[in-house]
């Protein structure tokens, strides 16, 4: 097992980084788009999924057991805007690598998203029937579907809310609001109307490596099973970092003009799935959000 090759595509992400840690015992290839010079070593070559010849010659010379599939693109506004770009990176991208893995005989993993739902529901199990309201959810369910079509053998995984590993990189809702406390903002406002439930890198990373390794193939929902609002996370934060900023609740019109794609009411996942709850981990998600404050 030590000795097991897994090429991951998007390792520069925050998962990507959870994956790094969690698998380093195995011999890992780590692809992105673009690599930065420092990083330009024998365990990282750049790797754009959307070209097939280039996908063909890196998989062929590294011939991987598995490959985890990470690289997409994931901002709903720039999806929204490029519906194209969204379908030929996380539809047809996923389609090179899922049919390199065929001929390889490759285990194939790949990080999903509870915006494949609609949002109607309060949580959505392994057995629902997706349908997205946004381009970014639609591509990403094209991506499931090229699996499911080509692969016998792969482990889907929907993820909720990302927190991620590294502070200094996060650009998403926890990092955007950590950095304004950091500012010593007076006031934030902060939807309350959309709920979800929170997914941490190193978890997910930690768990995908439990499926692998039990080789438990399927599709499978990872999250905190509470489905909770942005205010309610904004509110742990400003709690917990005693700080006297002024939380002001909103609907999520209150920032229609800069996030103007429509998005589920409830991105809220959960498992039904015995054999995948009796071996995750999943910690409150008070007690993982605080975990990753401590590093800010």
Same mark, same amino acid.
């Given at each position: 097992?030590?000795?097991? =090759? /897994? $090429?991951?595509?998007?390792?520069?992400?925050?998962? #990507?980084?959870? %994956?790094?840690?969690?698998?380093? !015992?195995?011999?890992?290839?780590?692809?992105?788009?673009?690599?930065?010079?420092?990083?330009?070593?024998?365990?990282?070559?750049?790797?754009?999924?959307?070209?097939?010849?280039?996908?063909?010659?890196?998989?062929?010379?590294?011939?991987?057991?598995?490959?985890?599939?990470?690289?997409?693109?994931?901002?709903?506004?720039?999806?929204?805007?490029?519906?194209?770009?969204?379908?030929?990176?996380?539809?047809?991208?996923?389609?090179?690598?899922?049919?390199?893995?065929?001929?390889?005989?490759?285990?194939?993993?790949?990080?999903?998203?509870?915006?494949?739902?609609?949002?109607?529901?309060?949580?959505?199990?392994?057995?629902?029937?997706?349908?997205?309201?946004?381009?970014?959810?639609?591509?990403?369910?094209?991506?499931?579907?090229?699996?499911? =079509? /080509? $692969?016998?053998?792969?482990?889907?995984?929907?993820? #909720?809310?990302? %927190?991620?590993?590294?502070?200094? !990189?996060?650009?998403?809702?926890?990092?955007?609001?950590?950095?304004?406390?950091?500012?010593?903002?007076?006031?934030?406002?902060?939807?309350?109307?959309?709920?979800?439930?929170?997914?941490?890198?190193?978890?997910?990373?930690?768990?995908?490596?439990?499926?692998?390794?039990?080789?438990?193939?399927?599709?499978?929902?990872?999250?905190?099973?509470?489905?909770?609002?942005?205010?309610?996370?904004?509110?742990?934060?400003?709690?917990?970092?005693?700080?006297?900023?002024?939380?002001?609740?909103?609907?999520?019109?209150?920032?229609?003009?800069?996030?103007?794609?429509?998005?589920?009411?409830?991105?809220?996942?959960?498992?039904?799935?015995?054999?995948?709850?009796?071996?995750?981990?999943?910690?409150?998600?008070?007690?993982?959000?605080?975990?990753?404050?401590?590093?800010?």
């Amino acid at each position: 097992m030590d000795k097991m =090759k /897994i $090429l991951v595509t998007g390792a520069q992400g925050m998962v #990507g980084q959870g %994956i790094q840690t969690k698998f380093s !015992k195995y011999n890992l290839l780590l692809t992105a788009r673009k690599i930065p010079t420092r990083r330009r070593n024998r365990l990282w070559k750049s790797l754009d999924i959307t070209d097939k010849r280039q996908v063909k010659k890196i998989l062929e010379d590294f011939k991987p057991n598995i490959i985890i599939h990470l690289a997409a693109l994931t901002n709903l506004e720039f999806c929204q805007k490029f519906p194209r770009a969204a379908f030929v990176v996380n539809g047809l991208g996923t389609k090179f690598l899922a049919e390199q893995a065929k001929i390889l005989r490759a285990d194939f993993a790949y990080i999903s998203t509870a915006n494949v739902f609609p949002g109607k529901k309060k949580f959505y199990t392994e057995n629902d029937r997706p349908g997205s309201l946004n381009t970014y959810g639609r591509s990403k369910l094209e991506g499931e579907k090229y699996i499911k =079509k /080509i $692969l016998k053998k792969y482990y889907i995984v929907r993820a #909720g809310w990302m %927190i991620g590993v590294d502070p200094k !990189k996060d650009k998403k809702f926890v990092g955007l609001i950590a950095n304004q406390l950091k500012q010593g903002k007076k006031e934030i406002s902060v939807v309350n109307d959309k709920f979800g439930t929170l997914t941490f890198a190193q978890n997910l990373a930690s768990n995908l490596k439990k499926l692998i390794e039990y080789k438990m193939y399927g599709t499978y929902h990872l999250s905190c099973e509470k489905p909770i609002s942005r205010y309610d996370i904004a509110d742990e934060m400003v709690k917990y970092s005693k700080s006297k900023v002024k939380l002001t609740p909103v609907s999520s019109t209150f920032f229609k003009h800069s996030f103007f794609v429509p998005r589920p009411k409830y991105e809220c996942l959960k498992s039904i799935k015995d054999n995948f709850i009796k071996i995750r981990t999943l910690p409150k998600w008070r007690i993982m959000l605080r975990k990753y404050l401590d590093k800010f």
